[in-house]
């Protein structure tokens, strides 16, 4: 990536995808890309929110907070914070408020060294050729297969997970079956999808019908798969007679 805003905009997809990158990624890789003050506060905050009594050692984050501030007073008040927060930055770092230059040679000399690598070269063949493993896997199954690989998963356990925020585990699997299992026709609406993906499949979007956030589960009785204007329908009405069709659907899919 070239600069900033094309990381915010990879920041952007992963969040619609429901991606949840490691955290290396944002104290590693993405906090070198960071040019605006308020940006750097908020994905530290965002950062430090989530680590309780662990409190690892992000020392990078309180630096590129400090090569941004725009005043040594404003720099001295980052170091207390570190400082309390268990993370001792020595005096010098007072000077070294606005040093944009600084942080452009940094975020330079990380960018070619990780160019130095073989992997950074091979990352896009092994990308497509991942996808084209998992798409290939995917066919091969029968949805009766599929179905039952499911069913002999499936627990009633909640698959719900506690950190300071909920995070939820999202099968492949039960992705793949909801979309196998609709046939590309939106299982609200009965039309087929309205466009076809870059693998020439007709798109639809998997849907829980009982809310992960509100305890519903990741399992084959509780998906389908709808067309993106159902799938916003849903979301902003939550109409009882779409959600009891829903309901429905999802039970006559697990006997097809």
């Known amino acids: 990536l070239e600069d900033y805003k ?7 997809k992963l969040d619609e ?5 490691p955290f290396v990624f944002y104290n590693a890789s993405l906090i070198h890309f960071i040019e605006d003050y308020q940006d750097c506060l908020d994905l530290k905050n965002k950062i430090l929110q989530t680590q309780g009594n662990r409190r690892r050692r992000f020392s990078i984050l309180f630096i590129q907070q400090i090569m941004l501030s725009k005043s ?4 001295i008040n980052i ?3 570190a400082n309390a927060y268990g993370i001792k930055l020595g005096e010098a770092w007072t000077k070294r408020y606005d040093s944009m230059w600084r942080i452009k040679n940094d975020q330079e000399a990380w960018k070619e060294n990780i160019m130095q690598l073989g992997e950074y070269n091979r990352f896009p063949e092994i ?9 290939h896997y995917f066919e091969s199954l029968s949805l009766k297969d599929l179905t039952q690989t499911l069913l002999d998963k499936q627990s009633n356990k909640n698959n719900r997970k506690m950190t300071q925020t909920a995070v939820y ?3 492949v699997y039960i992705k793949e079956f909801a ?4 046939n590309g026709i939106c299982q609200l609406c009965d039309n087929e999808a309205p466009f076809r993906d870059k693998q020439g499949n007709l798109f639809l979007e998997v849907h829980h019908i009982h809310y992960l956030s509100q305890g519903g589960c990741d399992t084959i009785d509780n998906v389908v798969a709808l067309c993106p204007n159902c799938h916003r329908k849903i979301h902003h009405l939550e109409l ?4 009891k069709k829903l309901k429905q659907k999802a039970v006559e899919n697990i006997n097809i």
Request: charged content about 45%.
């Open 6 to 12: 094309q990381v915010k905009k990879f920041i952007n």
């Open 17 to 21: 995808l429901e991606l949840r990158p």
């Open 72 to 75: 040594e007073e404003q720099a």
């Open 79 to 81: 170091i207390q914070e």
């Open 127 to 135: 990308f497509e050729n991942f996808n084209k493993m998992k798409i």
């Open 169 to 171: 585990d999202r099968s």
């Open 179 to 182: 979309r196998k299992v609709a």
């Open 240 to 243: 009882d007679e779409d959600y």
